[in-house]
């Protein structure tokens, strides 16, 4: 099984932080104005594990879970 890919939003006024399993599934939770980036842009950002997207409402991470031996 390979990595499993995990987006973290914090949302910087609100002190808050999300994890969300694709950037899609950010959009089904949060809108547009309150990340302070569009869907499209943000899908087209090409962001890969380790790529951070700051905008001024929230800093948007990907990265994978980190699992251990069975």
Same mark, same amino acid.
């Given at each position: 099984?390979?990595? %499993?890919?995990?987006?973290?939003?914090?949302? %910087?006024?609100?002190?808050?932080?999300?994890?969300?399993? /694709? !950037? /899609?599934?950010?959009?089904?939770? !949060? $809108?547009? $104005?309150? *990340?302070? *980036?569009?869907?499209?842009? !943000?899908?087209?950002?090409?962001?890969? $594990?380790?790529?951070?997207?700051?905008?001024?409402?929230?800093? %948007?991470?990907?990265?994978? !879970? *980190?699992?251990?031996?069975?």
């Amino acid at each position: 099984m390979g990595p %499993i890919k995990v987006v973290h939003v914090h949302l %910087i006024f609100e002190k808050k932080d999300f994890y969300f399993g /694709s !950037l /899609s599934a950010v959009f089904e939770t !949060l $809108d547009e $104005d309150r *990340i302070g *980036i569009k869907k499209s842009t !943000l899908l087209h950002a090409k962001m890969e $594990d380790g790529s951070v997207k700051m905008t001024k409402r929230a800093r %948007i991470v990907v990265s994978h !879970l *980190i699992r251990g031996n069975r």
